[in-house]
């Protein structure tokens, strides 16, 4: 490399002289010019006129949103026309990113119009779009298997989108035309042809959301019935479609009490019902079949889970900032995290999720208690804490968020709560459980007996539920009953598509069979269901 004084020479690879390694009479071999794509001269890496090559990299070798917006840096010299489809003027970041949103299902079917809107919800990235739609697929599962357990009554979808009902029947809420109680996993045959890819399952009701976001109901007619209550005389014994959503592509249903909650693919969640006073910020009947949309704080921001507890329900929203968790309805017991017990008639941040540094990726509101797992694996429980059902070792209410120490030394990946319980499943598969041991929903039969009611054994810190690691098989989701007013039972899905099942089972809703004169089950027994 020859170079003159004050100037700087460029390095060509294909003048760089040989050099002798070893004897003189080693074998030579023949030396190959560094070659590249289009007509420039060796050594050289034209990529801005073969965007394609960084657009391979990136889409192909699934990078993380965030290692897309560090890329923004590096590649904005891209900032230039390149020749192909959609968006002639994008950055290969965004160009990624968008290639990316368009192979997620719920994204597919949009039109540019609803794209650009949903981009614009989103704070105008593509990059925060994938985000927002990976979150949402990440809290819902969608097109995997899934089992609920309602309140006297079961819903599990198959990965193929086909739904099983068992147990309480009487409204019509297992969707087979009868009022006829099923003690086994039985085919909802009316379903044939469409695709389901969520449930959720409230006192006498049951929903159902289609890949198409259309919305079933069977059960009570009323979307907005207290569990003990008489409103919605029409039982719906069929799955019937909810005239009032077909304009609203729909992802999520929540049923709590007094109010049904809903969640549209663009973010936006609307309420059944329970308007009343504005206690979820509109003025309505209690009979109201029309949604109205939230609005307030979460009118402008996407929202990619919700989670209804009694009557309460929780948000979890996805900004350009990262993830928070908004909370609306009763405040009793603290369980809006607000540090207060007063209700709230608009949505409102909990913003002590800010103060422990944890970004929220998943939210779940139990009848008068709540938990979220962070990014970290870290566990937050915050409400009534009876029974110890928020894992601090005591039964002491915390009125906000509040890490469950107990739980430090593994990472949570998924969280669920019902009725005074709670369940964690860590990155390992492993199931731990708390709170409440009525009905023997918690799968502890092994625990000591240290504090007993009438029986039952109450868990106040984290326990390993050891009969479900027994199985040998990691687990991916926990569904136990949230309701204040029947006994609980649990599933509990293996990453091969197994169910198993334990907890109450007098009305068939664990869809095993129980001995003579037996109500429930404490040990995991695995249900007969082909989830593939």
Not at 329 to 345: A, F, P, Q
Not at 408 to 416: D, F, G, L, M
Not at 422 to 434: A, E, L, N, Q
């Amino acid at each position: 490399m020859d170079a003159t004084a004050g100037e700087t020479s460029s390095v060509q690879y294909y003048n760089i002289p040989e050099q002798k390694i070893g004897s003189s009479d080693a074998p030579k071999v023949p030396r190959q010019q560094r070659r590249c794509f289009g007509n420039e001269s060796p050594g050289e890496f034209p990529l801005s006129s073969n965007p394609s090559i960084a657009l391979h990299v990136l889409t192909g070798c699934n990078l993380d949103p965030q290692d897309l917006a560090k890329l923004e840096v590096t590649c904005s010299f891209f900032r230039q026309p390149v020749h192909f489809a959609p968006d002639y003027m994008l950055s290969l970041s965004e160009l990624a990113a968008l290639d990316m949103c368009q192979k997620r299902a719920v994204f597919k079917p949009m039109t540019d119009e609803q794209r650009l809107e949903l981009k614009g919800r989103c704070g105008g990235s593509w990059k925060l779009v994938l985000r927002f739609l990976l979150a949402g697929e990440a809290c819902s599962r969608i097109e995997k298997s899934q089992a609920i357990a309602g309140p006297g009554h079961s819903i599990v979808v198959t990965s193929k989108g086909a739904v099983y009902s068992f147990g309480l029947n009487s409204s019509g809420q297992l969707g087979h035309g009868t009022t006829d109680e099923e003690s086994q996993p039985r085919l909802i045959r009316s379903l044939q042809g469409i695709q389901i890819i969520q449930a959720a399952a409230g006192a006498n009701r049951t929903m159902l959301i289609s890949d198409t976001g259309r919305v079933y109901y069977f059960g009570k007619d009323s979307f907005g019935e207290a569990e003990y209550g008489f409103q919605g005389n029409k039982l719906v014994t069929t799955p019937q479609l909810v005239e009032s959503l077909k304009d609203i592509f729909v992802v999520q249903a929540a049923i709590g009490n007094f109010f049904t909650a809903v969640l549209s693919r663009e973010g936006m969640v609307y309420t059944f019902s329970w308007g009343i006073d504005n206690k979820l910020g509109h003025q309505t009947e209690p009979s109201d079949l029309e949604p109205r949309p939230l609005l307030g704080a979460l009118e402008n921001t996407p929202v990619v889970q919700i989670a209804a507890g009694y009557c309460y329900l929780l948000a979890l929203a996805c900004q350009p900032t990262g993830m928070s968790v908004y909370s609306v309805g009763c405040g009793l017991g603290g369980k809006l995290g607000h540090g207060t017990r007063t209700d709230e008639k608009q949505p409102r941040l909990i913003e002590q999720f800010q103060n422990l540094n944890l970004q929220p990726i998943e939210v779940a509101a139990g009848a008068w208690h709540a938990a979220v797992v962070g990014s970290d694996g870290r566990v937050c429980t915050w409400g009534w804490g009876l029974y110890g059902c928020l894992g601090h070792g005591n039964e002491d209410c915390e009125s906000v968020p509040k890490v469950v120490e107990a739980l430090s030394n593994i990472k949570a990946v998924h969280v669920a709560t019902g009725d005074y319980t709670t369940f964690v499943i860590s990155d390992d598969g492993d199931v731990y459980s708390f709170g409440c041991g009525e009905s023997s929903s918690l799968g502890l039969n092994n625990v000591a007996a240290a504090d007993q009611e009438n029986g039952q054994v109450n868990v106040l810190s984290p326990e390993l539920v050891t009969s479900l690691k027994q199985m040998k098989e990691r687990v991916v989701q926990i569904s136990l009953t949230n309701s204040i007013f029947w006994n609980a039972h649990t599933f509990a899905l293996t990453e091969s598509g197994k169910l198993y099942a334990f907890g109450a089972g007098d009305q068939g809703q664990l869809g095993v069979e129980l001995e003579d004169n037996q109500t429930e089950r404490a040990n995991p027994e695995q249900v007969e269901i082909d989830l593939s």
